[in-house]
């Protein structure tokens, strides 16, 4: 099994910043992409952002040029800086883990967190 730890939600001002960090833990040694995704009350689960472990990086529409994500390998752990806050971003934010890499070993899987609530109100 593999866990996964977000931090760094919370209530900001309309052009404020966050920054949310997650980091996964357990039967892991690398992975091929760990990423963020959001989910509003009567919406459906949206990307926000997406790290692969080559360094590519992917945006959704919505948060391109305020949103940049990045990651630390080693500690299995990608950080998302949010800028420019908008009431729009409000919602749940997962973090998600996939392709995961233990021993010798691949699993095609996919991980999710508990989930962050941000919430942009003034």
């Known amino acids: 099994q593999v866990q996964l730890v977000e931090s760094g939600g919370g209530l900001v001002q309309p052009g404020g910043s966050l920054r949310l960090s997650c980091t996964a833990s357990g039967s892991i040694d690398s992975f091929n992409g760990m990423g963020w995704y959001r989910q509003a009350p009567g919406t459906e689960r949206e990307l926000v952002a997406h790290y692969t472990r080559v360094g590519t990086t992917v945006y959704g529409d919505s948060v391109k040029g305020r949103f940049t994500i990045s990651g630390d390998n080693a500690a299995k752990t990608v950080h998302l800086q949010m800028n420019n806050l908008k009431p729009e971003d409000t919602a749940v934010y997962l973090c998600?883990?996939?392709?995961?890499?233990?021993?010798?070993?691949?699993?095609?899987?996919?991980?999710w967190g508990q989930g962050t609530q941000v919430t942009v109100s003034s």
């Open positions: 998600s883990v996939n392709g995961i890499w233990y021993g010798d070993s691949f699993f095609n899987t996919r991980y």
